[in-house]
């Protein structure tokens, strides 16, 4: 099919030509192209960005939690399991485990001035050297002001990145200030970098003990993480912590009050939730491109009644019926192409604008808009087959004519 | 003896037009020899289009029979028609029935393309038929920018394109003047003779008639009679 070219070339020049109305049906097609090229670019960015956020973190950890929880979730009266202070040494007897850390969080009443009081969240992570730089890993604590709490702080507090900084509050906190947890003063010593959402910037943290001393009791763990030893797979020691963590308490597989989770399972699901919205989103502009291609079949129809002599002329001078089919099949495909062009250049452009826009508000240099070869040529593709479909129908009307009669009247 | 290249026998083509029925051609039987030159007049409305037609392959008869080169055109695919009237057969119009949006030289080489000929094959062609028909230097123009002689001159060149055996035209000076129109004939004559293309051609003037070998005319979708020059 040399020919293909040909027309190709012959399609292309009378498109030159097409008025104001073709073009403005093909609003449709790269509006559409636009919209999805826009989403998946920027699903694809925040994805990108999620996974590097998740290596800082780390790929050996695995976190352990009551069951039905959701890591970093709050426990309340309805957790059907929870976590003891014996699991420790359970875990800790596991081989492959590096350190284990455990730490605890409730909201609680916190005071610093006449007028700033509230309730916030309060972690009580420990101190100890090891275990305090895994939970900082996990929790992703970096200290821009003073210090992180030392083995033998007492009474001392780590604040979050809002209390040094909100317009919100009348008075701002400082490595030096004193703040009233649950009646009790605490002394701040260092302030914590901005993670960019709230329940993370307001949560105050002080030493584990001192959070038993504080409420006055002996609490569970809420969440118990684990360093895994260089030489093992997190996914293999994740699985003996599960099978010695239900010898300890009789349960059968399935029917455990515990979770276990490497970081690498809550980065798959999460995408896995990201990639669902991103489906639907997706779907939702493709409807755009519905009415696009109805655009298009619209302007070929309209195409092929003008240009009835033309087809005419054709087919008295050789042209096949499949010859014309094709002809108008890819000058419609071409139609398609050309919004398309026009809607990959639109989501680009959008894309990187609302990346930009993310990257202030969030504070981070990550999100990017990621906009790989193969989604471009998809997408060009893509608007050229929905050009050519939508042709089928007028192409084949065309092909139809009679050349007799269309020579006929002028 | 020359061969027959194409025979209408007893050809009827009926058109329906509402609850009427208008017999365009009513048994017409006509036969033209490879190398012939014939013309064909008649009163508006006798048929004489219709019969080209048929003898394009453009349509079928709704009876009797078309022969091209000895096959029936009613055992023909669509497009092994198609493919004959591309190769064997020129058609001129009186309307010219050029591509507005193609170029002069284009408009030659769409029937080429059509055929499958390759591009260098196709350039030279162009140009060696322009230049036949004295269009060399406006081979780039677009139909619009030509007078009607030079249009007509153009079709004459793409019913050329791929040698056919066989060039229909249809009132091919009708819309001409007088002057233009003889130019058109002339090159029609030199195609006849040099290549020795087999030529039919619908007239309504008994002077150009004059140019054909033969005179067929029509009257109410019938041969009426038959008249040879020289
Ligand atoms: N497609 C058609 N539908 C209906 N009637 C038609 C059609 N084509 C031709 N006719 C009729 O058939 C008859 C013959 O028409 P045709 O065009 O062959 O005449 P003609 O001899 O070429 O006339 P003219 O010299 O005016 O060109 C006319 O009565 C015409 O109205
Ligand atoms: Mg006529």
Redesign the interface.
């Known amino acids: 099919m ?2 293909i070219i ?1 027309y190709f070339s ?1 399609a292309t ?2 498109i030159g ?1 097409r008025k104001l109305r073709s073009w403005l049906t093909m609003i449709g097609i790269f509006i559409g192209i636009a919209a999805v090229v826009g989403l998946i670019s920027l699903g694809q960015g925040l994805e990108k960005a999620i996974e590097t956020e998740f290596q800082k973190l780390g790929s050996d950890k695995i976190i352990v939690t009551p069951a039905g929880n959701v890591y970093n979730s709050i426990p309340d009266e309805d957790t059907p399991g929870k976590l003891k202070e014996d699991d420790e040494k359970v875990i800790n007897r596991v081989r492959g485990v590096k350190t284990v850390a455990l730490t605890n969080f409730k909201v609680s009443e916190i005071k610093w001035g006449k007028e700033d009081i509230g309730f916030y969240f309060v972690s009580g992570n420990p101190t100890k050297n090891d275990e305090s730089s895994l939970t900082q890993e996990v929790y992703a604590v970096t200290i821009i002001e003073g210090r992180y709490l030392k083995p033998d702080d007492k009474f001392k507090a780590v604040v979050g990145h809002d209390y040094a900084t909100s317009t919100a509050f009348k008075k701002n906190l400082h490595p030096g200030s004193t703040i009233i947890i649950n009646n009790q003063e605490f002394e701040v010593v260092g302030v914590k970098d901005k993670l960019g959402n709230e329940g993370d910037d307001r949560t105050v943290i002080i030493p584990r003990d001192t959070y038993f001393e504080l409420f006055d009791t002996k609490e569970y763990p809420d969440t118990i993480i684990v360093q895994v030893n260089k030489e093992f797979t997190p996914d293999d020691v994740a699985e003996s912590i599960k099978k010695e963590l239900r010898k300890e308490r009789n349960q059968k597989e399935g029917q455990e009050d515990f979770a276990v989770k490497t970081l690498q399972e809550y980065l798959t699901s999460f995408l896995t939730i990201l990639n669902i919205v991103q489906t639907v989103l997706v779907g939702i502009a493709a409807i755009s491109l519905l009415v696009g291609a109805i655009g298009i079949m619209n302007t070929m129809y309209t195409t092929v009644l003008e240009r009835r ?2 087809i ?12 014309i089919l094709f002809l108008f099949m890819i000058e419609s495909g071409f139609l398609g192409l050309v919004g398309g062009v026009i809607g990959v250049l639109l989501g680009l452009g959008f894309s990187n604008l609302v990346a930009s826009i993310g990257r202030q508000i969030l504070g981070t240099k990550l999100l990017m808009a990621t906009s790989p070869w193969y989604l471009i040529v998809g997408a060009l593709a893509f608007a050229f087959i929905i050009g050519m479909l939508s042709g089928v129908l007028p192409a084949k009307q065309a092909a139809s004519l ?3 009669e269309t ?1 006929r009247y ?1 | 003896m020359p061969e027959t290249i194409i025979e209408l026998n007893n050809v009827w083509k009926t058109y329906y037009m509402g609850n009427n029925e208008v017999h365009a051609l009513q048994g017409i039987s006509l036969k033209v020899k490879k190398g012939e030159f014939v013309a064909i007049m008649g009163p508006s409305g006798s048929g004489k289009s219709t019969a080209m037609n048929m003898i394009g392959c453009l349509d079928v008869p709704s009876k009797g029979e078309v022969y091209l080169s000895g096959k029936d055109i009613m055992n023909m695919s669509e497009s092994n028609l198609a493919q004959v009237r591309g190769r064997k057969i020129g058609f001129i119009f009186q309307k010219f029935n050029l591509i507005n949006t193609l170029t002069a030289k284009e408009n030659v080489i769409l029937p080429m393309i059509l055929q499958d000929m390759t591009k260098q094959e196709r350039e030279l062609k162009a140009y060696e038929i322009l230049k036949l028909v004295d269009l060399t230097d406006r081979m780039n123009h677009r139909p619009n920018e030509l007078s009607g002689g030079q249009q007509q001159r153009v079709a004459i060149a793409r019913s050329m394109a791929m040698n056919p055996e066989v060039i229909l035209a249809d009132e091919p000076t009708g819309n001409l003047d007088s002057k233009s129109g003889s130019t058109v004939i002339s090159f029609l004559k030199k195609l006849h003779k040099e290549k020795g293309t087999t030529i039919v051609m619908v007239t309504h003037d008994e002077h150009i008639a004059h140019n054909a070998e033969r005179i067929e005319y029509i009257k109410d979708g019938k041969i009426e009679k038959v008249k040879h020059n020289k």
């Not at chain 1, 005419?312 to 010859?323: C, E, F, L, P, T």
């Open positions: 040399a020919k040909e012959i020049s009378n030509k002599k033309e005419g002329i054709m087919k008295a001078i050789g042209a096949r019926n499949s010859d009679k050349p007799v020579l002028e």
